[in-house]
Nanobody, 123 residues
Framework: QVQLVESGGGLVQAGGSLRLSCAASGRTSGRYRMGWFRQAPGKEREFVATITWIGGSTYYADSVKGRFTISRDNAKNTGYLQMNSLKPEDSATYYC????????????????WGQGTQVTVSS
């Protein structure tokens, strides 16, 4: 089992920044990548970014490229999502997830999920 706990959400004005954290515990060895997804009310869960634990290869949704940066600190078993130039359409509950492999943007390939953290961007 892997436990994931997100933090860092909040209310920010458009153009502002937030950094989300995802602390992992439990049997984290063997987890291939960590991803961030988001879900706004009435919408499907949407892929945001992912990073491999070994090597640090990253992938981003087109909607966040150039504004968001995903990173990880293996020593701390913690992943991060730095979000800059935030827009109202970025408002959502953000979830981190751990995957053993498979399609980077497919939420069904992620076996473990955090409880989510709310991000609200005001215009």
């Amino acid at each position: 089992q892997v436990q994931l706990v997100e933090s860092g959400g909040g209310l920010v004005q458009a153009g502002g920044s937030l950094r989300l954290s995802c602390a992992a515990s439990g049997r984290t060895s063997g987890r291939y990548r960590m991803g961030w997804f988001r879900q706004a009310p009435g919408k499907e869960r949407e892929f945001v970014a992912t990073i491999t634990w070994i090597g640090g290869s990253t992938y981003y949704a087109d909607s966040v490229k150039g504004r968001f940066t995903i990173s990880r600190d293996n020593a701390k078993n913690t992943g991060y999502l730095q979000m800059n130039s935030l827009k109202p359409e970025d408002s959502a509950t953000y979830y981190c997830a751990a995957s053993g492999g498979g399609s980077v943007g497919d939420p069904t390939k992620y076996q473990y999920w955090g409880q989510g953290t709310q991000v609200t961007v005001s215009s």
